[in-house]
């Protein structure tokens, strides 16, 4: 399975613009109206995959309004756990200008343990994208809707992974020392490309530029495993011939 990563490309997380709970009327293509139903809707957009939104029914939705034309190809979804749902379709994503007549665009299944669960959906330009639950689906603590960068080849062998303790050692007057710890400690992975497409370097420019360098979280996998993550510095690139280059991208894996 190849590499990819999947990003805000849709400015979900600006803070101004609205996020609205609602319900679709119909399952073929819908209308949302904004009604009071879910509860912590706002949960499900605040970059942190801890806390879950919960009273979810059937036909239930989120509209994130984003001002702006954007597009997202992917939607990407953490569970707690069990989605409480036991088969089938459980969440429907689409995109369109208004709120009639939704046209579908891609949709998640049945997922029994916690972990992410990622939509591909059909690429469109919008300024609503919507989630529709599909039944009383639980423990959703985070969807993102966005693009998703697959690497235009797979990363050199030595992909470096470190623990960061982020401990302060301080002395005291009497000169002992002793030491501060804020977290259990972070994995620090160190992705290396010694020979990229000045095609990737744009797009992964076009991604640091969305992400606002370490601003915002997004997912990354690595062909087998998923990881919430932070660009840990910016990307510097190397042009080692004509219009080809080398790079490496830091992250910083996220607690919550």
Not at 170 to 195: D, H, M, R, W
Not at 237 to 242: P, V
């Amino acid at each position: 399975m190849a590499s990819y990563f999947i990003y805000d490309s849709i400015n979900q997380y600006r803070s101004d613009n609205t996020v609205s709970e609602g319900q679709m009327t119909d399952s073929g293509t819908p209308t949302f109206s904004a009604t009071s139903t879910i509860t912590d809707h706002e949960r499900a957009s605040d970059q942190n995959i801890g806390t879950i939104i919960s009273a979810v029914a059937d036909r239930d939705a989120i509209e994130y309004a984003v001002g702006s034309s954007a597009t997202a190809d992917a939607a990407a979804v953490y569970f707690t756990g069990d989605d409480g749902v036991s088969s089938g379709t459980i969440m429907t994503f689409f995109v369109d200008t208004d709120r009639a007549s939704l046209p579908s665009k891609g949709t998640i299944s049945a997922v029994s343990a916690a972990g992410w669960a990622v939509a591909d959906l059909t690429e469109t330009t919008g300024t609503k994208f919507f989630t529709e639950f599909n039944g009383s689906v639980a423990n959703v603590s985070e969807i993102l809707i966005g693009k998703k960068l697959a690497f235009e080849v797979e990363p050199d062998v030595n992909v470096q992974s470190s623990i960061d303790y982020e401990n302060s050692i301080q002395k005291s007057l009497g000169g002992v020392e002793y030491a501060l710890n804020v977290n259990p400690g972070q994995e620090i992975i160190t992705i290396s490309f010694q020979n990229i497409s000045s095609t990737f370097k744009a797009n992964l420019i076009t991604m640091q530029d969305h992400l606002l360098g370490e601003s915002k979280k997004f997912l990354y996998n690595d062909g087998t495993n998923f990881h919430w993550v932070r660009l840990d510095a910016s990307m510097v690139f190397t042009e080692i011939a004509d219009s080809r280059f080398s790079t490496q991208i830091k992250l910083r894996q996220q607690i919550q």
